[in-house]
């Protein structure tokens, strides 16, 4: 496998680490888009959000929510946003399961969220309606 995240946690490849345990490992992004974007993955290869295991995705979640409460303490930001692309279609570039951990502050210039498309028709409450049925469990 040539996934440049696996070399990663195989020491193939230099990181930062932030964090690693059995499971998980986090490492300072390097290409940030702002001070302290770090990137937390699974150790174990997931492709995407399809197939990593809802263990490992909780596991990857709480030490992104530790990473941020550092983040703020020791930068002062006060705001993140937490981004995950699942498959190309998403924008997905490493096909290996990562979530973005991306300090804001005011007026950074950063476009975390595209615009809607123009074409696209809001739904009808019907069709909310229908869709929940469809997606609750």
Do not use: W
């Not at 946690?9 to 992004?29: H, M, N, Q, R």
């Not at 409460?69 to 692309?85: D, R, W, Y």
């Not at 498959?87 to 476009?111: C, S, T, Y």
């Amino acid at each position: 496998m040539d996934c440049i995240f696996c070399k990663i946690v195989k020491g193939e490849i230099p990181c930062t680490k932030v964090y690693e345990d059995v499971d998980v490992l986090a490492f300072l992004d390097v290409n940030p888009v702002s001070l302290g974007h770090c990137l937390v993955i699974p150790k174990q290869h997931s492709e995407n959000i399809f197939d990593i295991s809802e263990n490992v995705l909780q596991k990857i979640i709480v030490v992104g929510k530790r990473i941020v409460e550092k983040l703020k303490t020791v930068t002062n930001i006060p705001a993140v946003n937490l981004v995950n692309s699942s498959g190309k279609d998403a924008g997905q570039e490493v096909m290996h399961f990562h979530l973005h951990i991306v300090p804001r502050r005011e007026n950074d210039g950063l476009k975390i969220h595209g615009e809607k498309p123009k074409n696209l028709q809001k739904p009808s409450e019907q069709e909310l309606q229908k869709l929940a049925e469809l997606i609750k469990f």
